[in-house]
């Protein structure tokens, strides 16, 4: 209703028929216990989020490599943090995998 008032004719009333009777009736259909709302955000946010997050630190450890990363995060060679290049990339190419692997079953309820 304050999109409608904010907006103006922008918002037809016609429109907003359709999608409310489209989202009462899907608020009633059940898919593993929970509305194709709640399936959404739980696959989102307890599955494909934590998914990301490994491969995103896959890719940057395995493939990407230290000599790239360290050019990136040296400002292609003109900062001197070299020791914490390294420790960085420890941890993204070890520890965070397996926080977020943590995390991912813990969203999954299997640890």
Not at 3 to 21: E, H, K, V, W
Not at 79 to 102: D, E, H, K, Q
Request: hydrophobic share 55%; aromatic share 14%; charged share 15%.
């Amino acid at each position: 209703m304050g999109c409608m008032l904010t907006y103006g004719s922008y918002f037809r009333a016609d429109q907003n028929i359709p999608l409310t009777a489209t989202r009462v009736m899907l608020a009633d259909l059940r898919l593993f216990g929970m509305n194709p709302f709640e399936l959404f955000d739980f696959l989102s946010s307890n599955l494909l989020l934590p998914l990301g997050g490994i491969l995103i630190c896959f890719f940057v450890g395995w493939v990407y490599g230290l000599p790239e990363t360290a050019r990136q995060l040296g400002n292609h060679g003109e900062l001197r943090n070299s020791w914490l290049v390294r420790a960085v990339f420890f941890l993204v190419r070890f520890v965070a995998p397996l926080s977020i692997a943590a995390v991912l079953l813990h969203g999954l309820k299997l640890f």
